[in-house]
Nanobody
Framework: QVQFVESGGGLVQPGGSLRLSCRVS????????MGWYRQAPGKQRELVAS???????????NYADAVKGRFTISRENAKNTMWLQMNNLKPDDTAVYYC????????WGQGTQVTVSS
């Protein structure tokens, strides 16, 4: 089974940046989409970014409209690690951020808290 450990969250001012990391234990197919999700207080969990490794060795990514142009998802398969670079953060980005597979979800990790506030 696959396990996820998220880290890198914290308190940041609006306009600031954070880089989240996701350590993956266990095996997942490189072609399977991996994603970053977030859940804000009182709201349902949403997918904000996803990534898959192509047969060429490159990657294909997708982003929710709310984060396009501000967030960048990346992965390094050999290190079993995925990142989410978050720039120009807004208060609405405040949430607990989780990583997981997309579609056929594995068990959730504890997530990492991101708080954007003055």
């Amino acid at each position: 089974q696959v396990q996820f450990v998220e880290s890198g969250g914290g308190l940041v001012q609006p306009g600031g940046s954070l880089r989240l990391s996701c350590r993956v234990s266990g095996s997942v197919s490189n072609s399977l989409f991996m994603g970053w999700y977030r859940q804000a207080p009182g709201k349902q969990r949403e997918l904000v970014a996803s990534i898959t490794t192509l047969i060429t060795g490159g990657h294909s990514t997708n982003y929710a409209d709310a984060v396009k142009g501000r967030f960048t998802i990346s992965r390094e398969n050999a290190k079993n690690t995925m990142w989410l670079q978050m720039n120009n953060l807004k208060p609405d980005d405040t949430a607990v951020y989780y990583c997981n597979t997309v579609g056929s979800l594995s068990a959730w990790g504890q997530g990492t808290q991101v708080t954007v506030s003055s």
